[in-house]
């Protein structure tokens, strides 16, 4: 709906129509194949992802002006595994739970939404086969394990036997973790931390609550600019910064500043860089182009009275980086001030910590931040030297390095020396592994995938913020990152159910 919903694409079907006069069905297959390209350009895999859903939502649009019937899945009506090469978002939305016992394609990704959704329905799916839907006959019996990603054809007595105790324990623990949503996060001993959740997009807003998240640790405004790269957008943003906050609201929103550069540009900004992560990225940007950076601000100070917003600056190196946003900010709250138009004048202004120099640099940027949030993906990359998108180093991106837990620790506790509010919003946090050395460590909160609020709530309810200080003084201690795996398995088993960690 959000796709057909987007002014640019009606307005650019209308014109095809009459400017070129083309029928209707010409000009949105034209309209919406120029989409798909322009997402095929962009090198982020997520963003790769929503390529099925403009496809999907084409295919849908045409049956409707060519008047065609779509197959249904919906009708299925006898239990049974689904093996194909792809399936849609919509088709998979569709799917009935009670009947579709699992499925398994040849294509999609980790993040695509075809897996997005069938996590939501808590359908088990094994998605990008590659040649799987080829080999397999109707009638043959499979097993999809979902949590490891693994599909077997035929399986003998042993494996089905194994497969349907993993599967009992699997859904006692979902039970258990659903009643959660209501709880709130805190230990055993009476700690108490706040569960938010990362976004890319303002429509999943809703969902945070329903996963018992309280608001949003990590807005990645970028995916708006991605998705509409040429645009004079400061409306577009102004909606979705809205949106968010009014459905969270009283919650706070966390909302990061374009965070461009690195493996997400849009064409018009991409520089012919030998190091793109060390190059022209984010707060970079921002300053050096402030006619972006402004209209980003004036957009969410003008959404700023809707709810409460916090401003996050990312890939933040120097303290003087945060002084030049606070004087475009205050020149921009003049002006909306002049127009008469109301902001929260006392929106937290934040910084990022995913590099060396802000982590080692802490002390020199709290007195000018108001709080800070910790970017574990990033902090790793730039900490080991290790780019976090390539496959040759992937061994190497090691986020429980000893290295990035002491730059984790010393951030937390200067943060908190100087009483200010510290988060973490790399993918460590949605990691159950990682959980009790985080809550040891008494930060403010955990910012974690959607669909990890509940797994981590359910975890950081069964320990003691005690046992989790140990932790920390034993892990800070260990000298590799072997040792350390060791002691948070050591730590979560009995905990965490094994069998699901990842
Ligand atoms: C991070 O670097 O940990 C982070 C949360 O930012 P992103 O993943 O968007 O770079
Ligand atoms: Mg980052």
New binding site residues.
Partial sequence: MLILDDPTIQRDVRDRIINDLVNAEYAVSKVLSEIVERFQKIDDPYMKERIADVRDVGRRLMSQLLGTEREVLQNVDHPLVLVSKDLDPSDTMNLPPDMVMGFATDKGGRTSHTAIVARSLGIPAVVGLRDLAEQIQPGQTLIVDGIHAHVIVDPDPEEVLYYSQLRKKYLDTEKTIALNAEESTVTTDGFQIELSA?IEFSQEAEQVRRYGGTGVG?F?TEYLKLLSPNENDEETQFQAYKHVLQVLDPDPVIIRTF?LGGDKFPGSLQGEEANPFLGWRAVRIGLDRPEIMRTQLRAILRASVFGKAKLLL?MVTDVGQVREVREHLSAVKASLGERGVSYDDGMEVGI?V?TPAASMGIDLMLPEVDFVSI?????TQYTLAVDRGSPYVAKLYDPYHPVVLRQIAHVVRECTKADTWVGI???MASEPLAVPFLVGLEMDELSVVLPRIPDVKSLVRVISLEQSKTLVDKTLKAGSSGEVLELLREFVKGKYPEVLLD
């Fill in positions: 990362n990590l990645r965070d990312p990022m995913e970017g574990t993906n990033d902090l919003c790399g993918q």
